[in-house]
């Protein structure tokens, strides 16, 4: 496989994280409007560049169960053989995750720590997550915030759906390792039904935390189903039929069996949508090496800017009101000005600490 090949893997995959990214990133632009955790003289259509952007700011909040499908997409491509041949310990498996995700995790913890403090004092409520205090504070440290202990979004609020994926990679590992070494369809499938009929049972309707867990469950599975189809079937006539099959059915089942109706339905619309997504743009291959680049340098941004955007609305925020000056919420120039700042702070991220406090933990403890 010459350097061309290398860089063309799954680089459609870099295109669906960061639009993803993006649209967390406007659909939390709303935050410079919230006193406490309510937005106050909120204009959703008056939001800048809006006809432009209105499906992010009105589903943006998606982006983050698109993650997991992608999560499960890669998880299985990279690990699924690695695992049930024994070629990949559970110490080095859990190591690669915790290198990967806990060193940016825990300084911008420590830093909305900080932040949510100056802020406490300054308006008399926290900004936006309002559990703060020593108890979510050592949830979030652990990462197990949202494992049904905490009482509601706490600190750099936006951890929640790493820490419910992280009790996904356990699931993952431990089954593949011990339980379904099968590494056939149909036990993505068993498990992704499985997930639903809890999912849709009536006990669990209200419960937030095992919701989302098992709505974690079922699209990082679905995710594997893409992988699973990516390795296995040829991207031909035939293929692009049944998938197109499956997009036009879709609708019409989910109107027949009412599934709207549910208080879960979008979670069957994305199970159908987003695999078919990835398994597309997986077949992605550009020729142009530069451009192959410049794709990975905005998928390496999507886990900086998540973890670091919501530091640096409290630090403009608290900035403008040091300096007596209101939020110009609905101006196109303070959002553009937003979108680029946390880039480029990502960029700089990934680059000076990210990345290399990743290699040197891993030359570490994989030595």
Request: charged letters at 15%; a positive charge.
């Amino acid at each position: 496989m010459n350097n061309k090949e290398k860089a063309n893997k799954l680089i459609g995959l870099e295109i669906i994280r960061f639009i993803s990214a993006f649209a967390i990133l406007v659909w939390h632009y709303q935050h410079f409007t919230f006193f406490e955790d309510k937005p106050v003289d909120f204009i959703l259509e008056s939001q800048p560049f809006f006809s432009i952007l209105s499906f992010f700011y009105t589903w943006g909040l998606y982006g983050v169960q698109i993650f997991w499908c992608v999560s499960g997409f890669i998880f299985f491509w990279k690990y699924k053989d690695l695992i049930t041949r024994n070629k990949i310990s559970g110490k080095n498996f859990f190591i690669l995750r915790f290198t990967r995700l806990y060193p940016l995790h825990f300084i911008t913890l420590i830093l909305v720590a900080i932040l949510q403090i100056v802020y406490f004092k300054i308006n008399g409520v926290f900004f936006v997550y309002q559990f703060n205090d020593l108890y979510h504070f050592l949830l979030q440290i652990f990462f197990i915030s949202d494992w049904g202990f905490g009482k509601g979004f706490s600190f750099n609020g936006v951890i929640w759906s790493i820490s419910i994926e992280i009790l996904i990679y356990l699931f993952f590992f431990l089954s593949l390792k011990y339980l379904l070494r099968s590494r056939s369809l149909k036990t993505n499938f068993l498990i992704i039904i499985f997930s639903l009929f809890i999912l849709y049972t009536e006990e669990f309707q209200n419960v937030l935390n095992y919701s989302l867990v098992v709505s974690c469950l079922c699209l990082f599975y679905a995710g594997g189903i893409a992988a699973v189809f990516y390795e296995k079937f040829n991207y031909n006539k035939n293929t692009i039929i049944f998938l197109l099959f499956i997009c036009v059915i879709t609708p019409f089942l989910i109107n027949f069996f009412q599934i709207y109706m549910l208080k879960n339905w979008l979670t069957i619309f994305l199970l159908t949508y987003v695999p078919i997504v990835l398994f597309l743009f997986a077949q992605i291959k550009f020729r142009n090496l530069k451009l192959i680049n410049i794709l990975k340098i905005f998928g390496n941004l999507t886990y900086s800017s998540y973890l670091i955007h919501i530091p640096i609305q409290m630090t403009i925020v608290m900035t403008l009101s040091y300096l007596n000056v209101k939020i110009p919420f609905y101006s196109n120039f303070f959002f553009l000005f937003y979108l680029i700042t946390i880039l480029l702070l990502s960029r700089l991220t990934f680059c000076y600490f990210e990345k290399p406090i990743q290699d040197k933990l891993r030359n570490y403890f994989l030595k």
